[in-house]
Nanobody
Framework: VQLQACGGGLVQAGGSLRLSCAAS????????MGWFRQAPGKEREFVGA????????HYADSVKGRFTISRDNAKNTAFLQMNSLKPEDTAVYYC?????????????????WGQGTLVTVSS
């Protein structure tokens, strides 16, 4: 499956952004979707993931209660709604797809990756 993430930009602290990840090439509902991020000078880290149907999600502690992952299988798109953004949320955000699991935080479980979209949160 090919993935294309978009929706990044510059936002003030406390603001919101919604990222989208459009999938093509394979049946979208066969894949669990994950979001990861990489801040400048840091390792890429897990943000959250959603199951095939969207009925299950889990999040990194750093974003729990502020970020929400959803998906629209009819439109082959996953979303990351980010609220109450903080400067430390500044990063390139990547969407990724896994055939086998959503209950993971490991990048190795995700076989397909989008190109990333930059989110910058100013203080």
């Amino acid at each position: 499956v090919q993935l294309q993430a978009c929706g990044g930009g510059l936002v003030q602290a406390g603001g919101s952004l919604r990222l989208s990840c459009a999938a093509s090439g394979r049946t979208f509902s066969y894949y669990c979707m994950g979001w990861f991020r990489q801040a400048p000078g840091k390792e890429r880290e897990f943000v959250g993931a959603i199951s095939w149907s969207g009925g299950n999600t889990h999040y990194a502690d750093s974003v729990k209660g502020r970020f929400t992952i959803s998906r629209d299988n009819a439109k082959n798109t996953a979303f990351l709604q980010m609220n109450s953004l903080k400067p430390e949320d500044t990063a390139v955000y990547y969407c990724a797809a896994s055939r086998f699991t959503w209950a993971t935080m490991s990048q190795a479980d995700f076989g397909s990756w989008g190109q990333g979209t930059l989110v910058t949160v100013s203080s």
